[in-house]
């Protein structure tokens, strides 16, 4: 199966003047690579970003991807309560699968749970107040859990990968995030690339990792890489997601749904 991970500037807050928009930006990026299970989400550092304002860039993203990528019923254990999320109760929930969990529990139940240990022993948070003791093999984090016993408070750890949302990940420049991914079939998105056709879509399956490039709101990868001494075309393909486009620019969150949702169309028929 083909991991996708995408690849953003932390400049596409730079556009926005307040925090109300910084967050709804934020909301916009995290549900699209939630909606088609992106497995990771670099954010890097152009070449017009000083290193402080990319640093408050990154303090903001990862505020916001715990909160969003947090069990709802878990939020308040654990995601502590902070200023720069004020504006979070506005937003639609990204309601990733596993999140989405009945209000009763009976025994057989599934739910996602945070485990941890206490006077060496294992716990899980069931939701915001209710606490079970975990049995079987356990690990303390954020893991799949079924109800053995609500009565008692028993719940046992269930050995099971899910989708938790994309794993965040920053670099301070665009070439150490290409230097860092040589593994990846790197694809460029740009309105100068040529246009894929379905047998070039189709042909990512056959790579374990995709890494799909976005620019910033003001420069397109070619001017970003060209200034860090790289030349795009070398980095991989460079493909134009959105042919014959009407307006002057696209915005990242477009070219974001636009590319994955081709990407995803032809992925998942080549597994059918």
């Known amino acids: 199966m083909t991991e996708v991970d995408v690849a953003v500037p932390t400049s596409i807050l730079r556009v926005e003047s307040t925090l109300l928009l910084k967050t709804l930006r934020i909301h916009q990026v995290a549900r699209i690579l939630g909606i088609f299970g992106v497995s990771r989400a670099f954010f890097y550092k152009d070449f017009e970003t000083d290193l402080s304002a990319h640093r408050e860039y990154v303090r903001l993203i ?37 999140f989405d969990v009945p209000r009763g529990l009976k025994p057989g139940d599934e739910r996602v749970g945070y485990v941890f240990k206490k006077s060496g022993s294992f716990k899980v948070y069931i939701d915001s ?25 028993i719940a046992e750890c269930v050995d099971r990968d899910f989708y938790k949302g994309p794993e ?9 995030l290409v230097e860092g991914n040589r593994d990846a079939r790197i694809v460029a998105t740009s ?41 795009l075309e070398e980095l991989g393909d460079v493909w134009n997601t959105v042919p014959g486009q009407k307006v002057k620019t696209v915005r990242t969150e477009e070219a974001l749904i636009i590319t994955l949702g081709l990407v995803n169309h032809a992925l998942k028929l080549k597994r059918i």
């Open 62 to 98: 990862r505020k916001h991807w715990e909160y969003f990528f947090t069990p709802p019923y878990l939020r308040r254990r654990l995601v502590p309560r902070s200023p720069v999320l004020k504006h979070v109760g506005i937003l639609p929930p990204i309601r990733l699968e596993w």
């Open 129 to 153: 107040s209710r606490v079970f003791d975990a049995t079987g093999e356990c690990r303390e984090g954020l893991t799949v859990i079924r109800i053995v016993d609500p009565e008692e408070k």
């Open 168 to 176: 965040l990940r920053f670099t301070d420049s665009f070439k150490q």
């Open 191 to 231: 309105r100068y690339g040529r246009v894929p056709g379905f047998d070039e879509l189709s042909a990512l399956a056959s790579s374990s990792r995709v890494l799909i490039l976005f620019g910033s709101p003001g420069r397109g990868l070619h001017d970003i890489a060209g200034a860090e001494g790289l030349r």
